[in-house]
Nanobody, 116 residues
Framework: QVQPVESGGGLVQAGGSLRLSCAASGSIFSLNAMGWYRQAPGTQRKLVASITNGGGSNLVDSVKGRFTISRDNAKNTVYLQMNSLKPEDTAVYYC??????????WGQGTQVTVSS
C-alpha cells in the first residue's frame, strides 16, 4: 500500500522556520484534499492544515498567520511552511488525505522540535 513520505523536520529555536515536504504518489492522494496532521507525545494526532486539490486551504486557529500549506500536483508533493515556531508546535508531523481515506496509510512522519 502506498504511503506518504514526509521530510524537512528538525530542531529549531522558537521564532524559527521550517518547511516540511510530503511526497505522496498515487491517485488517492493526488485526487483528494490533503492535510498535515501532528501528534505531540501523549496526545492524539490532530489535523492542523488542509488543502483541496484546487488549492483552497484551511488552518486551525493555533497556526493561522504562521503556517502556510501548499501543493504541487505535478510533483505529487504537499508542503507546510512553518514560521514563528513555538515550543507548543513540537510534534511528529504527518501528511495524509482529508478526510482520512486509508487508516493504515500513515508514513513515518517527520519530527519537529522547537526549543524555547
Amino acid at each position: 500500500q502506498v504511503q506518504p513520505v514526509e521530510s524537512g523536520g528538525g530542531l529549531v529555536q522558537a521564532g524559527g522556520s521550517l518547511r516540511l515536504s510530503c511526497a505522496a504518489s498515487g491517485s488517492i492522494f493526488s485526487l483528494n484534499a490533503m492535510g498535515w496532521y501532528r501528534q505531540a507525545p501523549g496526545t492524539q494526532r490532530k489535523l492542523v492544515a488542509s488543502i483541496t486539490n484546487g488549492g483552497g486551504s484551511n488552518l486551525v486557529d493555533s497556526v493561522k498567520g504562521r503556517f502556510t500549506i501548499s501543493r504541487d500536483n505535478a510533483k505529487n508533493t504537499v508542503y507546510l511552511q512553518m514560521n514563528s515556531l513555538k515550543p507548543e508546535d513540537t510534534a511528529v508531523y504527518y501528511c495524509n488525505t482529508v478526510p482520512l481515506l486509508l487508516p493504515n496509510s500513515w508514513g513515518q512522519g517527520t519530527q519537529v522540535t522547537v526549543s524555547s
